[in-house]
């Protein structure tokens, strides 16, 4: 990799910040064996395209053993691999062909909770005196009488529980699940409840208790000793609990106790604990998936003078086409409102920590579908959008088929969903009144993250190559395959795969898309995103590009700054064809992306 023009001092250099990554969902990724799954040998099989393209990591969600309760966030074994993704063998020719081509490889940590099939939890839940018992949250349920004359009663109700008649009758408190309902299930065994902030068979772990915190370290290092570069680390500011695990004291959230379970009391011990005992003295890459974060509190974890993580997750500007209900809901989001939030981001991390250039994951929908058009303007606002990510401060994160435009896919009913937040969350809706059932469809088709799920399209055969043509896939493949997949783009060299990979050699080549300034430009513009990047460089001078980017399907006439009128430039990279002498007042076109490079 060449770096060039930089007065950066070498211990700022993180491989990390010049680190393009690329994220696997294995499941979906390429099926080697016609199961209709994707696999490790298929991801392997896939190594080339991914040296092609130019990606430094590949950041591989979980492979590890689980019943697939949540698509392998449920752990049973964190050391062992789900027989249907391939062997231990396997993973570790996938990460020798990753290094041999110079691409780190980082796999997904998850910690705040396991499977219910997990040995520490069937010995936990065997008998109240198991020596696991205090690996996870185990309480007595409460008197429904006194939780009804208390001031701040839970709203859930005690029918919707098989428990006992009785003192034991309602949850411990009133803290709800991510995933809808409520963040307690009754344990007849043993007569208590065990607490899970997502699905009932994700119990959370408690890391208060020093031998489940021991076993996360050994496990950590364990996956380390084998040559992995990092973690991805999964809702990683839930670990912490509050003492005596309260109700909550905001009664109109979204998710009912998030204001006691998130970024708990004892997070910044807990992964200053991990920094000190398994990362410290490592070159490891960490980026920890954090829910409801400001940036004053990022820096706690980012900072110099931080927890030790390279960088986290934010959802800010994930949510700005969201209602105070939530995810499902609907609201209409404006370019202005992108622009105010991720630059709010990168100005407020600018001297200490550093950023996350994403906007989708497996997670979320399609980017060009939920940020862009995924109509008429689909290859000119995918590479918009692509130029956004690559030309900010910060690592940016390829999800697969983004680089190809891929788009949301045409649910017709929840029968064809399987992701269980969209079922669970959509029946909630449903039930409370929040959710019509004739906008059922239209929020599902646009929300679900089985949108990101559906199969990587290779080509324009049956099932686009992610399996065989008689083989019904695990997710059905988007109907577009036949003008959305890799071999076509490949073959042609307009398009957005390529764009993608002109845009990553362009960031390995210019050190000034790594580290330069990001400065805000025309911020009160409706419809332009503009910015500079600088570094000065070793010869006295500033090296500086100028980003300029309309989003939207309207022309758009760009006035530039007054002090950079006139100045020398040339195109370094554009989705439209432009001759460029100088930066000039000029009408945009739909979707245009220009980066003008200033003598």
Same mark, same amino acid.
């Given at each position: 990799?060449?770096?060039?023009?930089?007065?950066?001092?070498?211990?700022?250099?993180?491989?990390?910040?010049?680190?393009?990554?690329?994220?696997?969902?294995?499941?979906?990724?390429?099926?080697?064996?016609?199961?209709?799954?994707?696999?490790?040998?298929?991801?392997?099989?896939?190594?080339?395209?991914?040296?092609?393209?130019?990606?430094?990591?590949?950041?591989?969600?979980?492979?590890?053993?689980?019943?697939?309760?949540?698509?392998?966030?449920?752990?049973?074994?964190?050391?062992?691999?789900?027989?249907?993704?391939?062997?231990?063998?396997?993973?570790?020719?996938?990460?020798?062909?990753?290094?041999?081509?110079?691409?780190?490889?980082?796999?997904?940590?998850?910690?705040?909770?396991?499977?219910?099939?997990?040995?520490?939890?069937?010995?936990?839940?065997?008998?109240?005196?198991?020596?696991?018992?205090?690996?996870?949250?185990?309480?007595?349920?409460?008197?429904?009488?006194?939780?009804?004359?208390?001031?701040?009663?839970?709203?859930?109700?005690?029918?919707?529980?098989?428990?006992?008649?009785?003192?034991?009758?309602?949850?411990?408190?009133?803290?709800?699940?991510?995933?809808?309902?409520?963040?307690?299930?009754?344990?007849?065994?043993?007569?208590?409840?065990?607490?899970?902030?997502?699905?009932?068979?994700?119990?959370?772990?408690?890391?208060?208790?020093?031998?489940?915190?021991?076993?996360?370290?050994?496990?950590?290092?364990?996956?380390?000793?084998?040559?992995?570069?990092?973690?991805?680390?999964?809702?990683?500011?839930?670990?912490?609990?509050?003492?005596?695990?309260?109700?909550?004291?905001?009664?109109?959230?979204?998710?009912?106790?998030?204001?006691?379970?998130?970024?708990?009391?004892?997070?910044?011990?807990?992964?200053?604990?991990?920094?000190?005992?398994?990362?410290?003295?490592?070159?490891?890459?960490?980026?920890?998936?954090?829910?409801?974060?400001?940036?004053?509190?990022?820096?706690?974890?980012?900072?110099?003078?931080?927890?030790?993580?390279?960088?986290?997750?934010?959802?800010?500007?994930?949510?700005?086409?969201?209602?105070?209900?939530?995810?499902?809901?609907?609201?209409?989001?404006?370019?202005?409102?992108?622009?105010?939030?991720?630059?709010?981001?990168?100005?407020?991390?600018?001297?200490?920590?550093?950023?996350?250039?994403?906007?989708?994951?497996?997670?979320?929908?399609?980017?060009?579908?939920?940020?862009?058009?995924?109509?008429?303007?689909?290859?000119?606002?995918?590479?918009?959008?692509?130029?956004?990510?690559?030309?900010?401060?910060?690592?940016?994160?390829?999800?697969?088929?983004?680089?190809?435009?891929?788009?949301?896919?045409?649910?017709? +009913?929840?029968? @064809?969903?399987?992701? &269980?937040? %969209?079922?669970?969350?959509?029946?909630?809706?449903? =039930? !409370?009144?929040? /959710?019509?059932?004739?906008?059922?469809?239209?929020?599902?088709?646009?929300?679900?993250?089985?949108?990101?799920?559906?199969?990587?399209?290779?080509?324009?055969?049956?099932?686009?190559?992610?399996?065989?043509?008689?083989?019904?896939?695990?997710?059905?493949?988007?109907?577009?395959?036949?003008?959305?997949?890799?071999?076509?783009?490949?073959?042609?060299?307009?398009?957005?795969?390529?764009?993608?990979?002109?845009?990553?050699?362009?960031?390995?080549?210019?050190?000034?898309?790594?580290?330069?300034?990001?400065?805000?430009?025309? +911020?009160?513009? @409706?419809?332009?995103? &503009?910015? %500079?990047?600088?570094?000065?460089?070793?010869?006295? =001078? !500033?090296?500086? /590009?100028?980003?300029?980017?309309?989003?939207?399907?309207?022309?758009?006439?760009?006035?530039?700054?007054?002090?950079?009128?006139?100045?020398?430039?040339?195109?370094?990279?554009?989705?439209?064809?432009?001759?460029?002498?100088?930066?000039?007042?000029?009408?945009?076109?739909?979707?245009?992306?220009?980066?003008?490079?200033?003598?």
């Amino acid at each position: 990799m060449a770096y060039v023009n930089s007065r950066r001092p070498p211990d700022e250099r993180r491989w990390w910040k010049e680190a393009v990554v690329y994220q696997i969902y294995p499941r979906s990724f390429n099926d080697s064996d016609g199961n209709g799954v994707g696999d490790i040998p298929g991801i392997i099989e896939k190594v080339e395209y991914l040296d092609d393209l130019g990606v430094d990591c590949v950041w591989l969600n979980p492979v590890y053993e689980s019943p697939g309760v949540d698509n392998g966030y449920d752990i049973s074994d964190y050391r062992a691999i789900l027989d249907e993704f391939g062997t231990m063998a396997d993973w570790e020719a996938l990460r020798d062909a990753l290094h041999e081509r110079d691409i780190r490889l980082i796999m997904d940590l998850v910690v705040n909770h396991t499977s219910d099939e997990h040995e520490w939890f069937v010995k936990s839940q065997s008998a109240k005196d198991s020596e696991y018992r205090d690996y996870y949250w185990w309480r007595e349920g409460r008197d429904p009488d006194k939780v009804a004359a208390s001031p701040n009663r839970t709203t859930l109700d005690p029918d919707d529980y098989d428990t006992p008649d009785g003192v034991n009758e309602v949850p411990p408190n009133d803290w709800e699940s991510f995933f809808g309902g409520p963040a307690w299930t009754y344990d007849e065994r043993t007569g208590e409840w065990y607490l899970h902030l997502f699905d009932e068979r994700m119990p959370d772990v408690n890391w208060e208790t020093k031998a489940l915190r021991e076993e996360m370290f050994e496990m950590m290092e364990w996956w380390l000793d084998r040559g992995i570069d990092g973690f991805r680390m999964d809702v990683i500011n839930l670990i912490s609990k509050p003492d005596g695990l309260p109700d909550s004291d905001d009664p109109t959230a979204i998710v009912r106790g998030a204001d006691k379970f998130v970024n708990g009391p004892r997070i910044h011990e807990y992964l200053s604990e991990i920094y000190d005992r398994v990362l410290a003295g490592t070159d490891s890459m960490t980026v920890g998936e954090m829910a409801d974060l400001t940036v004053k509190q990022a820096k706690d974890f980012v900072g110099e003078d931080g927890d030790g993580m390279s960088m986290v997750f934010t959802f800010d500007h994930m949510r700005l086409d969201m209602t105070d209900a939530g995810r499902w809901s609907y609201h209409e989001w404006s370019p202005r409102e992108l622009k105010e939030s991720m630059s709010h981001w990168l100005e407020g991390l600018a001297d200490d920590g550093w950023n996350s250039l994403f906007l989708n994951n497996h997670d979320e929908p399609r980017m060009v579908s939920r940020f862009g058009d995924d109509g008429e303007y689909r290859t000119e606002s995918a590479k918009l959008l692509a130029t956004l990510l690559h030309t900010l401060r910060g690592t940016p994160y390829i999800y697969q088929g983004e680089e190809l435009g891929m788009t949301n896919y045409p649910f017709d +009913s929840l029968d @064809e969903v399987r992701d &269980v937040d %969209t079922i669970k969350n959509v029946r909630a809706a449903q =039930r !409370s009144g929040r /959710l019509a059932d004739e906008d059922v469809m239209d929020l599902v088709r646009y929300r679900t993250r089985d949108n990101a799920r559906t199969p990587m399209q290779w080509d324009d055969s049956p099932n686009a190559d992610f399996t065989d043509p008689d083989t019904t896939p695990w997710m059905p493949v988007n109907p577009n395959k036949d003008e959305i997949n890799a071999a076509d783009a490949r073959d042609d060299p307009n398009s957005i795969w390529h764009y993608y990979r002109d845009l990553i050699s362009l960031r390995k080549e210019r050190d000034v898309l790594v580290y330069g300034d990001y400065d805000l430009r025309l +911020s009160d513009h @409706e419809r332009l995103w &503009v910015y %500079t990047r600088t570094l000065e460089t070793d010869e006295g =001078r !500033s090296d500086t /590009l100028l980003v300029v980017l309309n989003f939207g399907g309207d022309e758009t006439v760009f006035e530039p700054p007054a002090d950079l009128v006139g100045t020398d430039a040339s195109l370094l990279i554009s989705n439209y064809d432009a001759d460029i002498e100088s930066v000039e007042q000029t009408t945009l076109r739909p979707w245009e992306a220009r980066v003008y490079d200033l003598a």
